[in-house]
């Protein structure tokens, strides 16, 4: 069975929008990313053969620039993905090229997951990176995935693609039917809090109050819902 969901529209954060027009109308420009959401025009997950497959394709509201600094903001990983326990960048053996060590815990219906991924990213041209697992450090038997960040005006267009087959078990029939699910909205999730994340770079580099920085920062923390990331909110204004 493959999970597969096509949409041109915006999925919006309803609660979170609601309650920043309503309670909040004073702060609501400075939170607006909080009530936005990424377009998505595509977004696919299928299984065959032990072998996971994600295609999406988004438009974000938000300069390539800033959109391409948060995706390659590798140590700060778990800003995007709070399943993220740990994440570090390696000596890699070429040069160009960035080696990224991630240790996630994830937990998929009654399923608890314990993955190590270690990968290389290279730029093989403006904006477009090609990322190969290596096995040998990985829960994953094999994997390799693309990013194509596309400036279209103030705005960018993402298209990501990846395979990857886990070296750990998963229950078949439900389990794969609830590895797919989870995809897709880890997908949705992550995608929005690069987004977020982005917006709050671009308005920081606009911004030069750094008191008016400090509300900024904390009022966008709607979008990451990660208690990491109030703890390292000074690092992100400085």
Known sequence: MDLQLNHVGKWQLTLVELVIRFIFPLVLLLVSCAAAAVEFEELSVTELG???????????????????????????????????????????????????????????????????????????????????????LSSFDSGHATWEIRPEGERTRVIHESIQKPDFFIPPLIGDYLVKIHMRDVTFDTFNRIECH?????????????????????????????????????QIIQ
């Not at 990224?100 to 997951?113: A, K, Y």
């Not at 606009?206 to 990331?229: G, I, T, W």
């Open 50 to 136: 032990g072998e996971y497959r994600l295609r999406t394709v988004s438009v974000l509201d938000v300069p390539a620039r800033y959109v391409y600094y948060v995706i390659t903001d590798y140590k700060n990983i778990y800003r995007i993905n709070p399943s993220v326990i740990e994440s570090k960048v390696l000596p890699a053996n070429r040069d160009a090229v960035v080696r990224v060590q991630i240790h996630l815990e994830d937990t998929v219906g009654p399923f608890n997951f314990n993955v190590n991924w270690v990968g290389d990213v290279e730029e093989t041209r403006l904006g477009e990176l090609k990322v190969t697992t290596i096995p040998e």
């Open 198 to 234: 982005a917006n709050i770079r671009l308005e920081m580099d606009m911004e030069n109050d750094p008191e008016q920085l400090k509300v900024l920062a904390k009022n966008m923390r709607n979008c990451m819902q990660s208690d990491r990331f109030e703890a390292s909110l000074d």
